[in-house]
């Protein structure tokens, strides 16, 4: 899993165009066939910066979830047995970068 931390709602933005830029990726194409695609998430919340003392690192650490403006999917049970979930779907107003 790879995190990237913003200052402001471009996050979603970034998210967004992530998304748009792998639905564009043949994957057949450059060996991963057996992949449906990549799962994007977004998550709003306070983020403090820290150090990792045993793996000598920064790190950031975060607090609950705000709830940003977005349509409700519903409770759904989540990937990889981690349980059920409130989730919503974030879309952009915005056509797709890919042009799609």
């Given amino acids: 899993m790879t995190c990237l931390v913003f200052d402001d709602i471009s996050a979603a933005e970034c998210a967004l165009a992530l998304q ?3 639905k564009g990726i043949d994957l057949a194409r450059v060996g991963l066939s057996g992949l449906r695609g990549m799962r994007v998430a977004a998550h709003a919340a306070p983020v403090f910066d820290g150090w990792d003392p045993v793996a000598g690192t920064r790190l950031r650490r975060g607090s609950h979830p705000n709830r940003p403006k977005s349509h409700y999917v519903g409770t759904l049970e989540t990937a990889k047995g981690y349980g059920a979930l409130l ?4 879309r952009s107003r915005r056509p797709s970068v890919s042009g799609s």
């Fill in 20 to 22: 748009d830029t792998v």
């Fill in 87 to 90: 989730l919503y779907s974030l």
